[in-house]
């Protein structure tokens, strides 16, 4: 059976955003327009055959979307998502929402945190893979010595996003 998912597109300080929703209103995808690509190979690796149809995201999305980009930092945890993917990935995934705006997290502490301290590589290629960026707050690991590491909507858009939340971090030379 198909599901029909809804893309809707939403500006942002850095950049269009797409954001796809399902029929019961939670998120299942954000990402950026340059990046769109990759947002339907995800979609397609991480859930049953979907179709997608443009359209608006439930207003309740879109409303706490603007209010983050606009400043009200906390606003992305009243999104509710959803994913596919794989057990671990979805417990990284899940991990990720406890590191609070304005903070970051390595990905070594990112693997300690799920209880597995040896997987810091799987746990690179699971935040690589997360579908719900920004909500899912994937630009909030950053590297051992403090430095940005690869963010698949830019490194750029990751230095926006943290320093919009106010977070420390060791900018590229």
């Known amino acids: 059976m198909t599901e029909r998912l809804t893309l809707d597109r939403l500006p942002t300080p850095v950049g269009e955003g797409i954001v796809v929703t399902d029929a019961d209103g939670f998120l299942r995808a954000f990402d950026w327009t340059s990046h769109e690509a990759r947002l339907r190979l995800l979609l397609r690796r991480q859930n049953p ?12 999305v879109r409303a706490s979307l603007d209010a983050y980009f606009g400043g009200e930092l906390a606003a992305l945890s009243a999104i509710p998502w959803r994913t596919g993917g794989t057990e671990f990935q979805r417990a990284v995934w ?12 390595t990905y070594k502490g990112l693997a300690a945190r799920i209880g597995k301290p040896a997987a810091i590589r799987a746990v690179g290629l699971a935040n690589g893979a997360n579908p719900v960026g920004v909500v899912v707050p994937c630009h909030r690991v950053i590297g051992s ?6 963010y698949g909507g830019g490194i750029e858009r990751k230095q926006w996003l943290l320093r919009h939340e106010g977070a420390a971090f060791r ?3």
Do not use: H, R
């Not at 055959?49 to 309740?60: I, K, Q, S, V, Y």
């Open 49 to 60: 055959p979907t179709e997608l149809a443009e359209g608006a995201a439930p207003a309740g």
């Open 94 to 105: 899940t991990a990720l929402c406890t590191i609070p705006p304005g903070e970051t997290l």
């Open 145 to 150: 010595d403090g430095s940005l590491t690869g």
């Open 171 to 173: 900018d590229a030379a």
